[in-house]
């Protein structure tokens, strides 16, 4: 069955950098949006990057307004696997990290019930 497993979060002080990581199995890998999405405290899970293999010729990627320019999402085909590059982390950063992956539309999908597997989530912590 599918199942898609993050890591790499922990404990950053402000300005750091982390790499979320995200290996997928159980599904045909390049035929599916892979994003994150964070969830904070009594919020909503919220968009984060997203990227498409389209076309089997480039990828098409979509960020959040608040992560452009500091985030970067990227996917290896052969490893099955999505990262999350994070730079220049700031406190409000703070977050459970989620992995996701979504059937081919002829949209990016940004909203979580246009989702069809998830992970466990990741903790990021940015400290002040």
């Known amino acids: 069955q599918v199942q898609l497993v993050e890591s790499g979060g922990g404990l950053i002080q402000t300005g750091g950098s982390l790499r979320l990581s995200c290996a997928a199995s159980?599904?045909?890998?390049?035929?599916?949006?892979m994003a994150w999405f964070l969830q904070a405290p009594g919020k909503e899970r919220e968009f984060v990057a997203a990227i498409t293999w389209s076309a089997g010729r480039t990828y098409y990627v979509d960020y959040a307004d608040s992560v452009k320019g500091r985030f970067t999402i990227s996917r290896d085909n052969a490893k099955n696997t999505v990262y999350l590059r994070m730079n220049s982390l700031k406190p409000e950063d703070k977050a459970v990290y989620y992995c996701a992956a979504a059937r081919l539309r002829s949209r990016t999908p940004t909203l979580s019930y246009e989702y069809d597997y998830w992970g466990q989530g990741t903790q990021v912590t940015v400290s002040s």
């Open positions: 159980g599904l045909s890998f390049s035929s599916y949006t």
